[in-house]
């Protein structure tokens, strides 16, 4: 059974998040919030925020149909993070030219499969 979670506008670029995703796809998740615990970007915290929330899916009973399912046998399966909406914002420039900034937003995706089921 899978467990998932998301946070859909993130105000961080999904650049700055996707090295993380790949640090922690494949793990625990227990081991994946440990190993985000000591990284130092801000994608890190939002990231650790999301696999807490899937662990939370997972202990919910109405979720699980009844079913205890071992908080430690789980494993995430999936970590995406997809571009999400962008500000557009013009930045004056020399001779009356204007450059365009882009608020990038991420969509973060978090899937946690329990390693007994697969």
Same mark, same amino acid.
């Given at each position: 059974? %899978?467990?998932? +979670?998301?946070?859909?506008?993130?105000?961080?670029?999904? =650049?700055?998040? *996707?090295? #993380?995703?790949?640090?922690? @796809?494949?793990?625990? %998740?227990?081991? +994946?919030?440990?190993?985000?615990?000591?990284?130092?970007? =801000?994608?890190? *915290?939002? #990231?650790?925020?999301?696999? @807490?929330?899937?662990?939370?899916?997972?202990?919910?009973?109405?979720?699980?149909?009844?079913?205890?399912?071992?908080?430690?046998? #789980?494993?995430?399966?999936?970590?995406?993070?997809?571009?999400?909406?962008?500000?557009?914002?013009?930045?004056?420039?020399?001779?009356?030219?204007?450059?365009?900034?882009?608020?990038?937003?991420?969509?973060?995706?978090?899937?946690?499969?329990?390693?007994?089921?697969?």
């Amino acid at each position: 059974m %899978a467990f998932q +979670a998301t946070h859909r506008y993130a105000r961080i670029s999904p =650049r700055k998040v *996707r090295p #993380l995703a790949d640090l922690v @796809r494949g793990k625990f %998740a227990d081991e +994946a919030l440990e190993i985000l615990r000591y990284q130092p970007q =801000r994608g890190a *915290r939002m #990231l650790e925020k999301v696999i @807490r929330s899937a662990l939370g899916n997972a202990q919910d009973p109405d979720q699980t149909r009844g079913r205890t399912v071992d908080v430690e046998s #789980l494993v995430i399966t999936d970590a995406r993070v997809n571009n999400g909406p962008m500000f557009k914002r013009v930045r004056p420039r020399a001779r009356g030219m204007a450059f365009l900034i882009l608020r990038r937003m991420s969509h973060i995706h978090i899937t946690l499969q329990d390693l007994n089921e697969q």
